[in-house]
Nanobody, 128 residues
Framework: EVQLVESGGGLVQAGGSLRLSCKFSGFTFDDYAIGWFRQIPGKEREGVSYISSSDGSTYYADSVKGRFTISSDNAKNTVYLQMNSLKTEDTAVYYC?????????????????????WGQGTQVTVSS
């Protein structure tokens, strides 16, 4: 059974940092892509950052480039999202998600509807 569990959210002042963790189980990371998404009430889930172990690919939304870093610790079955220089507009529920992915696929999955497995989410609140 595939499971993803996020942690690390919280309340932080603007300019501060948080590190989110996504601990996964039930699949081999080499065969999957993992993405971080965020959502605020009334808006569509937005892709933030993505990583693939099979080809080392990482992707970032323009809104977080230079501030967020995605990484993985395969031994711990965990993907991290280091968030620095946080802004109030980063406030959202953050989710990690997984989908099967192989390097010969025609494109990297960047949309939330392409992902099959989701965690329960963790709230990030950035105060001014």
């Amino acid at each position: 059974e595939v499971q993803l569990v996020e942690s690390g959210g919280g309340l932080v002042q603007a300019g501060g940092s948080l590190r989110l963790s996504c601990k996964f189980s039930g699949f081999t990371f080499d065969d999957y892509a993992i993405g971080w998404f965020r959502q605020i009430p009334g808006k569509e889930r937005e892709g933030v950052s993505y990583i693939s172990s099979s080809d080392g690919s990482t992707y970032y939304a323009d809104s977080v480039k230079g501030r967020f870093t995605i990484s993985s610790d395969n031994a711990k079955n965990t993907v991290y999202l280091q968030m620095n220089s946080l802004k109030t507009e980063d406030t959202a529920v953050y989710y990690c998600a997984a989908v099967a992915y192989y390097i010969d696929y025609p494109g990297f999955p960047l949309n939330h509807y392409e992902y099959d497995y989701w965690g329960q989410g963790t709230q990030v609140t950035v105060s001014s």
